[in-house]
């Protein structure tokens, strides 16, 4: 029998939408496998209503431990005593740094195989086939686990599916391993444009060292405010990393994976890094002024020239038209 236990990521009585896919795809497994999906959630004062929501996804059970949100170590503990008391061979996660860090301290702990960067999980003989593409998303590898699996998906990658009942929640408390000791959180700050969603939009201009500078941005600002709707602005690590823009607009092997219906990307050479993160876009557009930019490889339009001029009279020519 095959249960699955998933890691619900909770922050200011929200759980992150990556988790709730992660419970909605558990449960669609464990029901092809004959066995049942829950959740375990770490907090502190998290309500038992909150924690019974996660049942809407498909989680039979809660299991809902106090602790500290963020670190990694105390939420190993919860979910390695779960899994041992209730006889739980596989993990789950949404994706996420805390996801991999999690997933990957449980992987050492339970002695189990893990799997990152999953994007489909099958069911053969009752137990768990992970896939995830590789060499650059070229081909599929499948992992099979010879006792426990933890499975850790790629950002998105699950679906979320709403429409079950409240799950039964069961308050646990974990002995604190040694390594939980190790790290406390001193404090929190929010990220300058945390908020930039660039998962949910339509169409994102992104941007890339081409742009010259920080300020560069407001050119696409201005792009993005002219093609309106749920438009969004995103970049290259090489610019996130520069402090150009905030880490959350970053797309690519350590950023996020997006599938816009149009990804703009204006001063990007089209590293493989980057590529990995945006292919599946359903139209690429590319700006840049070297016409042997790998870039334009793999777009749908190249767009050879200077973005500081192709830029603005394309956001004037589309709010024209758009008017
Ligand atoms: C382990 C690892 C992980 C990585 N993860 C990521 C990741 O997640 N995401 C990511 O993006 N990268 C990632 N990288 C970095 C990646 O390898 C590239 O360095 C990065 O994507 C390059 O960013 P860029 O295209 O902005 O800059 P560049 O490669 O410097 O390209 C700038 C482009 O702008 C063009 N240009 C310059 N001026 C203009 C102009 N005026 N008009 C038009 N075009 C112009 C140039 O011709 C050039 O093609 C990773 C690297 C490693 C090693």
Redesign the pocket.
């Known amino acids: 029998m095959a249960d699955i236990l998933v890691y619900a990521l909770h922050y200011e009585g929200a759980f992150n939408k990556n988790s709730l896919g992660a419970i909605s795809e558990a449960s669609k497994l464990a029901g092809e496998a004959g066995g049942s999906a829950h959740a375990v959630v770490v907090g502190e004062g998290i309500s038992d209503e909150l924690a019974a929501t996660l049942g809407e996804y498909g989680a039979g059970k809660v299991f809902k431990a106090e602790g500290p949100e963020g670190l990694a170590q105390p939420v190993v503990d919860v979910m390695a005593k779960v899994m041992g008391d209730e006889g739980i061979d596989y993990a789950v996660f949404g994706g996420g740094l805390l996801g991999f860090e999690v997933g990957a301290g449980l992987a050492a702990r339970l002695q189990a195989g893990v799997t990152m960067e999953v994007t489909n999980v099958l069911v053969e003989d009752g137990k768990l086939v992970a896939e995830r593409p590789i060499l650059g998303d070229s081909s599929i590898s499948q992992s099979r686990y010879k006792t426990k699996g933890i499975i850790i998906g790629r950002l998105n990658a699950f679906e979320l599916k709403a429409g079950g009942s409240a799950a039964e929640v069961v308050s646990v408390t974990a002995e604190p391993s040694a390594q939980a000791a190790q790290a406390s959180i001193v404090s929190r700050g929010e990220q300058r444009g945390a908020d930039v969603d660039i998962e949910g939009a339509g169409t994102l201009i992104a941007g890339?060292?081409?742009l010259?500078n920080a300020e560069g941005f407001d050119l696409l600002q201005t792009l993005a405010e002219a093609f309106g709707g749920s438009t969004a602005v995103a970049a290259?690590?090489?610019?996130v990393d520069a402090g150009w823009y905030p880490y959350a607009g970053?797309?690519?092997?350590?950023?996020k994976t997006v599938a816009p219906k149009l990804y703009l990307a204006?001063?990007?050479?089209?590293?493989i890094?980057?590529k990995v993160?945006m292919q599946s876009s359903e139209n690429i557009v590319a700006?840049?002024?070297?016409a042997n930019?790998p870039i334009f490889e793999f777009s749908d339009l190249g767009i050879v020239?200077?973005?500081?001029k192709i830029v603005p009279k394309l956001a004037e020519a589309i709010a024209a038209k758009r008017a």
């Open positions: 890339g060292r081409g010259g290259t690590r090489a610019v970053q797309i690519g092997q350590t950023g204006a001063g990007i050479s089209g590293a890094q980057h993160g700006i840049n002024k070297d930019a020239g200077d973005l500081n």
